[in-house]
């Protein structure tokens, strides 16, 4: 056990800001009282430090100090190294650290290595290394192969490894066999293979076909099986038809069934009710029984309305509802507010506030600024502020201005700062300068730095060069490189 007094004083020993002891003393620390020690903790600040992990990530990930052990995080430090796993990597999965063992990891690593997964897909999903074990792992990769599931397929779904097991996943094939879902269906959502269980998914099928679901609904939305329950799935539709939702707009948002609450959903409606909103808006966005919560709602609408936005922004974005934080919500509105950002603005974007977190919008105002990006500009994409990293952005920045594209270009295209990733650009750059693609197509098309994928693009060049599409090749087909899958 540690106290709040012995925390603050190994945290101010090793060096983190005050500002970030503040944050780390105001969070819900139950795990880490409980169970950190004062020169436990002491001793993993020291490991991390030679391992340059960034303050700022250990303040966001303090299970690594209460769950975590000094000795085995730098054992878990030297096999992570010797499979070239970067520092910003463990550090967007500090669980790794906390939870993993240095034994354990190096096996799955085997594991993994036998069946020639490729390193990106480990890297973009290390909880298969704390989540998975490696005896299991091969167990489920003897029921996959059995079942063909291609090696591409499970790269893109590590979850299935890090959370399935081989004996239920073999159970859930025959479940789903038996309601004759498509092999292709599947491979499109291998996590009903982590989180389902066939017993369930059994019962989940019945109360579908009871409500007349069709079975290509289903298909398109499997999460209702890996995330539902029978019985609340057979509440939720009694709650909806109470509300007179149509089963057509049900059928379109499944979600609502895989994640929502019936008792919730009903208090939801009640709100909603009180505010107004009608129906249809409901309808269009589902999404806001599936994931919100009552009172959180309410509390939104509480600031919204302080903040004088229109009715008219909140149904036109009630995502805003769903995934907010009134707490955050105003925070964030007190950092635009002081950016001179309209209110008619914020309105037209109210994604912002549903996705957004009040400091790092104000970092990505810095990052902005220090690269003179107009307002203007910002204020026609304000979804950066929602998406991007501000951290990220500078590494950005750094990649465009090494391949000489234009301040200018970047506002014409912002989407690249929200939801690019700078290690990919650069990548990106590489492939498309391999083609001979000249700057000035690229600089008309940026968006295929944000959306498109290296790997990918290089496949679809096999593609066009195998049909002779020629060389000079144009916008449009830079376009191609971010949508065809």
């Given at each position: 056990m540690i106290t709040v007094d012995e925390l603050e004083n190994v945290l101010r020993e090793s060096n983190i800001s005050e500002d970030c002891i503040s944050r780390i003393l105001k969070k819900d620390n139950k795990g880490l009282f409980k169970h950190g020690n004062?020169?436990?903790?002491?001793?993993?600040?020291?490991v991390l430090d030679k391992h340059e992990i960034n303050k700022e990530a250990i303040g966001n990930c303090l299970s690594v100090l209460a769950y975590g052990k000094a000795e085995e995080i730098e054992k878990i430090f030297e096999v992570l190294g010797k499979y070239e796993i970067k520092q910003e990597t463990i550090e967007n999965c500090l669980s790794v650290l906390a939870h993993?063992?240095?034994?354990?990891?190096e096996k799955i690593f085997a594991v993994l290595g036998k069946h020639e997964i490729n390193k990106e897909a480990i890297k973009n999903c290390l909880s298969v290394l704390v989540q998975g074990k490696a005896e299991e792992i091969e167990k489920?990769?003897?029921?996959?192969?059995?079942?063909?599931?291609?090696?591409?397929?499970?790269?893109?779904?590590?979850?299935?490894l890090a959370l399935g097991k081989a004996k239920e996943i073999e159970k859930i094939f025959a479940v789903l066999g038996k309601y004759e879902i498509k092999q292709e269906t599947i491979e499109n959502c291998l996590s009903v293979l982590a989180r389902g269980k066939a017993e369930e998914i059994e019962k989940i099928f019945e109360v579908l076909d009871k409500q007349k679901v069709q079975q290509e609904t289903t298909e398109s939305c499997?999460?209702?099986?890996?995330?539902?329950?029978a019985k609340e799935i057979k509440k939720i539709f009694e709650v909806l038809g109470k509300y007179e939702i149509k089963q057509e707009i049900i059928e379109n948002c499944l979600s609502v069934l895989a994640r929502g609450k019936a008792e919730e959903i009903e208090k939801i409606f009640e709100v909603l009710d009180k505010h107004e909103i009608k129906k249809e808006t409901v309808e269009n966005c589902l999404s806001v029984l599936a994931y919100g919560k009552a009172e959180e709602i309410e509390k939104i609408f509480e600031v919204l309305d302080k903040h004088e936005i229109k009715q008219e922004a909140i149904e036109n974005c009630l995502f805003v509802l769903a995934q907010g934080k009134a707490k955050e919500i105003e925070k964030m509105f007190e950092v635009l507010e002081k950016q001179k950002i309209k209110k008619e603005t914020i309105g037209n974007c109210l994604i912002v506030l549903a996705q957004g977190k009040a400091r790092e919008i104000e970092k990505i105002f810095a990052v902005l600024d220090k690269h003179e990006i107009k307002q203007e500009t910002i204020e026609n994409c304000l979804s950066v502020l929602?998406?991007?990293?501000?951290?990220?952005?500078?590494k950005i920045f750094e990649v465009l201005d090494k391949h000489e594209i234009k301040q200018e270009t970047t506002e014409n295209c912002l989407s690249v700062l929200a939801l690019g990733k700078a290690e990919e650009i650069g990548?990106?750059?590489e492939v498309l300068d391999k083609h001979e693609i000249k700057q000035e197509a690229i600089?008309?098309?940026?968006?295929?730095?944000?959306?498109g994928k290296a790997e990918e693009i290089e496949k679809i060049f096999e593609v066009l060069d195998k049909k002779r599409i020629k060389k000079e090749r144009n916008n449009?087909?830079?376009?191609?490189?971010?949508?065809?899958r």
């Open positions: 004062a020169k436990e903790i002491e001793k993993i600040f020291k993993g063992k240095a034994e354990e990891i489920i990769f003897e029921v996959l192969d059995k079942q063909k599931i291609k090696q591409e397929t499970i790269e893109n779904c590590l979850i299935v499997l999460s209702v099986l890996a995330l539902g329950k929602a998406r991007g990293k501000a951290e990220e952005i500078e990548k990106i750059f600089e008309n098309c940026l968006s295929v730095l944000a959306h449009r087909e830079l376009f191609k490189c971010t949508s065809i």
